[in-house]
């Protein structure tokens, strides 16, 4: 079934040359399209976290950033995420989309910029010619108390427990017992990760666009209602506007080779990746005593891990060994409610590999996925075995795999390199 709907995959794309080729030749006669200066047939492509995805927005396929540049925007954007996933994925996420070529690629994830380098390189090889955009976002959670460096949540959960963020009398409180003086921006980690950022964009050829924050960080934190939705961690609708226009500015100077390379799927000749996370699709075949695929969140899906351990078929479409990863649910700060488990993979004797489920996320109860490099796998299928050795409060979560080039290192989520 697979094979057959990529083959009329494939059919579609092709049947589509003749138009793209026509859309190439009026790529720099520009119109005004929804309010923005912007040519409608520029192919738009973004990866990025909840916030590229349109978490909070009334319509997220209308409301978010790509959808205001383009209406036919193929938003590729994974609540909870890293840019660890689709550097891995790249080929498996983009033959999902309507289109083989894209012309701007848009990259926002606020919080981890882990492999957004490696992410960029793959882009560029594939898409020579592509306009990439590294969109940087902020939000209030990213403020500090200027004396203890205390981060913002951890402070008013010490103080004032019981208050919850997303309500006026969060916002009250620090207004009225606190003074512009003693709040900060992580300027530390904030400098280490633009240095990162500007690097990855120059190496590639890109942008970088910032989201405008306030002057000081007390403004941020009292003043940032209107770019922010109500949990004030997802930018708003008004928030998802001021992105589309800013990053509309530059792609409307920008000069596109016509017509545009397509390159190769870089190291490795490309990936085949399974990922349920957000439809509760696309789960590998699987055995164990009560292990299941649950939704355990609005639109959020996993693989539950009994105790009893579970079996999972991993396949390996390429003539050759490839490197699995395991993508899974983790939280922070520590001690997570997910059990660490232990992962078998019977192939040339490799060590079992354990799962850590705890982060060092800045932000309370944060949970999000994290990417673990496992082990070889020959052509064809392998079992793998997984085996939790906590009996905690949450069950072990599996959110997808990947079957994709060795990079010699884990790709767990983290902050910044600073």
Not at 4 to 31: F, S, Y
Not at 62 to 76: K, Q, R
Not at 358 to 387: C, D, E, M
Request: charged residues 20%; glycine residues 6%; contains cysteine.
């Amino acid at each position: 079934f697979r094979h057959a709907a990529a083959q009329g995959l494939r059919q579609q794309k092709q049947q589509q040359a003749p138009e793209e080729e026509q859309r190439r030749r009026q790529l720099n006669h520009h119109h005004h399209h929804g309010g923005l200066v912007l040519n409608p047939n520029l192919k738009i492509i973004a990866f990025g976290t909840s916030h590229t995805y349109g978490a909070g927005l009334t319509n997220r396929s209308t409301l978010a950033f790509p959808s205001l540049l383009s209406p036919d925007a193929a938003n590729l954007g994974i609540r909870a995420s890293s840019p660890s996933y689709p550097a891995l994925c790249l080929q498996t996420m983009i033959s999902k989309t309507a289109y083989e070529q894209y012309d701007v690629i848009l990259l926002e994830f606020i919080l981890w910029a882990h492999h957004l380098d490696l992410l960029a390189k793959r882009l560029r090889e594939r898409y020579p010619d592509a306009l990439i955009i590294i969109i940087e976002l902020w939000n209030p959670f990213r403020i500090a108390r200027a004396d203890t460096n205390e981060m913002v949540l951890t402070w008013m959960e010490r103080n004032y427990p019981g208050i919850k963020y997303e309500t006026p009398e969060y916002t009250n409180r620090i207004q009225m017992l606190t003074q512009p003086h003693e709040w900060k921006f992580q300027e530390e980690a904030e400098s280490g990760r633009e240095r990162y950022v500007q690097e990855t964009a120059k190496e590639v050829g890109g942008f970088v666009y910032h989201l405008p924050r306030m002057t000081t960080a007390y403004e941020a934190l009292v003043y940032q209602n209107k770019i922010f939705g109500v949990d004030r961690n997802h930018i708003s609708e008004y928030g998802h506007g001021i992105v589309a226009n800013g990053v509309a500015n530059i792609i409307n100077n920008h000069q596109f080779r016509l017509p545009p390379r397509l390159g190769t799927w870089g190291p490795g000749g490309g990936d085949s990746c399974l990922n349920w996370f957000e439809t509760g699709e696309d789960v590998p075949t699987f055995h164990g005593i009560n292990s299941e695929v649950r939704r355990f969140a609005p639109t959020k899906y996993s693989l539950e891990i009994s105790m009893a351990g579970t079996a999972i078929q991993v396949e390996n479409p390429f003539p050759t060994d490839r490197t699995l990863y395991l993508m899974y649910m983790v939280m922070g700060p520590p001690p997570s409610p997910y059990p660490k488990t232990i992962v078998t993979l019977p192939y040339n004797q490799q060590p079992n590999v354990e799962l850590d489920t705890t982060t060092k996320l800045n932000t309370l109860n944060a949970h999000v996925t994290r990417v673990k490099q496992i082990g070889s796998v020959p052509p064809g299928s392998t079992i793998v075995h997984l085996f939790p050795v906590e009996d905690l409060a949450l069950p072990f979560r599996l959110t997808g795999l990947a079957v994709s080039f060795d990079l010699g290192e884990d790709l767990q989520v983290q902050t910044p390199p600073v």
